[in-house]
């Protein structure tokens, strides 16, 4: 559609995307993608400005450019857009044009008609999706930055000598003096509740209603650190392939999160569920003793097997029939702070189907809510204290093309009137321990709790 009118500029100087960005940063609804562990899922970090067309899901209503509409849903508008605006990619990069954005936990719930009777601690859209002009696009493995302008909000060229001068102008950040802030973390959960909380859904497994699903406690933190530089600081000491900086306005999404969601390029759908955390030791000896009693632990694998059955089911809803495969079953990942399980598990989109009828069959993520789902979400809600929000939701890019990738938002804060909000949670099994199950939760916040300070 646009690709008469786009340009595509490989820089002749490599620059790491997230040099740019600070320059970028405060620019209207730019927003960042960022792959700071650079490993076979961590290629490439997407800048997104100049945007053109935003889509706000908020509550029961639908915004189109900030102006209400009432003729039309959310997910019909995406669809037709989607359908009616396909645009070719040629290039060997992710994406040229199309969207990024986030699909929040609570916007999962309602697809799936899961009422609720808990208060939101935050409130934020359910979700917003902006189509954006002009990208850089950095290639982590072969250190090459470029630029796309699609001429949509000015004509393209224009557009790239623009993008260039303020790359010119970005101002390198220099080494400072660290000063500690002082934070206030304010848990809704007081220890004892929670495993109260987990003691209960184990219940309801051994009762027969699921045979797993995720217990998550929420933390409000009270901190003056600047929401960019707790980015910077949590992309440089918990590195993660699905991080990412959204700025919203009113309020800002500062993201490491480990774990894909789904990614799709050319019709091939994959989706990569964690279930399995240790935390990493502070020797190399405890270390490989951490790793090797996760790749040992038949609690955590059958967990994980369960999930995977989970997402194979989901994706049969809209994958060809018989194209749904187990290509990875138990890998041990390692980040900073944690070691993860995962799986991974392909499929083909059948013909005629786009990102939305993948949306609508398998989000939220199975990992993050449990088995059977709808059931599983049902005893999130009787049991967690508050809305999840974005916590567990979705970010990521769609294309005009078809493709996209999105991750599961984890290792996330949300930046709102001055305050944090960070969602921490678990797998809960019929095995599950009350105190391992507690402290995991303090042990996977650890990352951004650091940042924070």
Same mark, same amino acid.
């Given at each position: 559609?646009?690709?008469? %009118?786009?340009?595509?500029?490989?820089?002749?100087?490599?620059?790491?995307?997230?040099?740019?960005?600070?320059?970028? #940063?405060?620019? %209207?609804?730019?927003?960042?993608?960022?792959?700071?562990?650079?490993?076979?899922?961590?290629?490439?970090s997407?800048?997104?400005?100049? @945007?053109?067309?935003?889509?706000?899901?908020?509550? /029961?209503?639908?915004?189109?450019?900030? $102006?209400?509409?009432?003729?039309?849903?959310? /997910?019909?508008?995406?669809?037709? +857009?989607?359908?009616?605006?396909?645009? %070719?990619?040629?290039s060997?990069? @992710?994406?040229?044009?199309? #969207?990024?954005?986030?699909?929040?936990y609570?916007?999962?719930?309602?697809? %799936?008609?899961?009422?609720?009777?808990?208060?939101?601690?935050?409130?934020?859209?359910?979700?917003?999706? =902006?189509? +954006?002009? !002009?990208?850089?696009i950095?290639?982590?493995?072969?250190?090459?930055?470029?630029?796309?302008?699609?001429?949509?909000?000015?004509?393209?060229?224009?557009?790239?000598?623009e993008?260039?001068?303020?790359?010119?102008?970005?101002? /390198?950040?220099?080494?400072?003096?660290?000063? @500690?802030?002082?934070?206030?973390v304010?848990?809704?959960?007081?220890?004892?509740?929670? *495993? *109260?909380?987990?003691?209960?859904?184990?219940?309801?497994?051994?009762?027969?209603?699921?045979?797993? =699903?995720?217990?998550?406690?929420?933390l409000?933190?009270?901190?003056?650190?600047?929401?960019?530089?707790?980015?910077?600081?949590?992309?440089?000491?918990?590195?993660s392939?699905?991080?990412?900086?959204?700025?919203?306005?009113?309020?800002?999404?500062?993201?490491?999160?480990?774990?894909?969601?789904? *990614?799709?390029?050319?019709?091939?759908?994959?989706?990569?569920?964690?279930?399995?955390?240790? *935390?990493?030791?502070?020797?190399?000896?405890?270390?490989?003793?951490?790793?090797?009693?996760? &790749?040992?632990?038949?609690?955590?694998?059958? &967990?994980?097997?369960?999930?995977?059955?989970?997402?194979?089911?989901?994706?049969?809803?809209?994958?060809? @029939?018989?194209? !749904?495969? !187990?290509?990875?079953?138990?890998?041990?990942?390692? +980040?900073? =702070?944690?070691?993860?399980?995962?799986?991974?598990?392909?499929?083909?989109?059948?013909?005629?189907?786009?990102? !939305?009828?993948?949306?609508?069959?398998?989000?939220?993520?199975?990992?993050?809510?449990?088995?059977?789902? +709808?059931?599983?979400?049902?005893?999130?809600?009787?049991?967690?204290?508050? $809305?999840?929000?974005?916590?567990?939701?979705?970010?990521?890019?769609?294309?005009?093309?078809?493709?996209?990738?999105?991750?599961?938002?984890?290792?996330?804060?949300?930046?709102?009137?001055?305050?944090?909000?960070?969602?921490?949670?678990?797998?809960?099994?019929?095995?599950s321990?009350? &105190?391992?199950?507690?402290?995991?939760?303090?042990?996977?916040?650890?990352?951004?709790?650091?940042?924070?300070?």
């Open positions: 559609m646009y690709h008469k %009118q786009r340009q595509i500029k490989k820089l002749t100087t490599y620059i790491p995307a997230a040099e740019t960005f600070r320059a970028l #940063a405060s620019e %209207q609804d730019c927003v960042f993608l960022d792959s700071s562990l650079v490993n076979d899922l961590g290629r490439f997407i800048i997104g400005a100049c @945007p053109y067309l935003k889509l706000v899901k908020d509550g /029961e209503k639908f915004f189109i450019n900030e $102006k209400e509409e009432t003729g039309i849903t959310f /997910e019909d508008y995406l669809r037709n +857009y989607l359908r009616d605006h396909v645009d %070719q990619n040629e060997e990069l @992710p994406l040229v044009s199309g #969207a990024v954005g986030y699909f929040s609570d916007y999962g719930r309602k697809l %799936q008609g899961v009422p609720s009777g808990e208060k939101a601690l935050v409130k934020i859209p359910d979700a917003v999706l =902006t189509f +954006y002009d !002009v990208y850089l950095e290639d982590c493995h072969q250190k090459e930055t470029y630029l796309v302008a699609n001429g949509i909000t000015a004509d393209a060229s224009e557009k790239i000598r993008m260039e001068q303020k790359i010119r102008q970005r101002t /390198e950040r220099k080494e400072e003096q660290r000063v @500690p802030h002082n934070i206030i304010t848990p809704n959960f007081e220890k004892e509740e929670y *495993k *109260k909380a987990v003691d209960d859904m184990i219940h309801y497994i051994i009762e027969g209603d699921i045979y797993i =699903t995720n217990m998550t406690q929420q409000t933190i009270e901190s003056d650190k600047a929401p960019l530089d707790v980015f910077y600081d949590l992309r440089k000491n918990n590195p392939p699905f991080g990412g900086y959204m700025d919203y306005g009113d309020f800002q999404i500062v993201c490491a999160s480990p774990e894909r969601f789904l *990614k799709m390029k050319k019709g091939h759908v994959n989706t990569r569920p964690i279930k399995g955390t240790r *935390k990493r030791g502070a020797t190399l000896e405890e270390d490989l003793l951490m790793r090797t009693e996760l &790749e040992n632990s038949e609690k955590d694998k059958s &967990e994980l097997l369960m999930i995977v059955d989970l997402e194979r089911n989901d994706l049969n809803r809209v994958c060809k @029939p018989g194209s !749904v495969k !187990v290509t990875e079953l138990f890998t041990v990942e390692e +980040y900073a =702070t944690v070691f993860h399980l995962v799986s991974d598990i392909e499929g083909a989109l059948e013909e005629g189907k786009n990102f !939305v009828d993948l949306l609508e069959a398998a989000f939220p993520g199975g990992s993050i809510t449990g088995a059977p789902k +709808y059931r599983a979400m049902e005893i999130i809600d009787e049991l967690e204290h508050g $809305k999840r929000n974005l916590y567990t939701g979705s970010i990521g890019y769609l294309t005009l093309d078809g493709d996209c990738d999105f991750n599961i938002v984890i290792r996330t804060a949300l930046h709102k009137d001055g305050k944090y909000f960070l969602g921490a949670g678990g797998g809960i099994t019929a095995e321990d009350l &105190e391992f199950e507690y402290e995991e939760t303090l042990q996977k916040a650890k990352a951004i709790l650091e940042a924070l300070r």
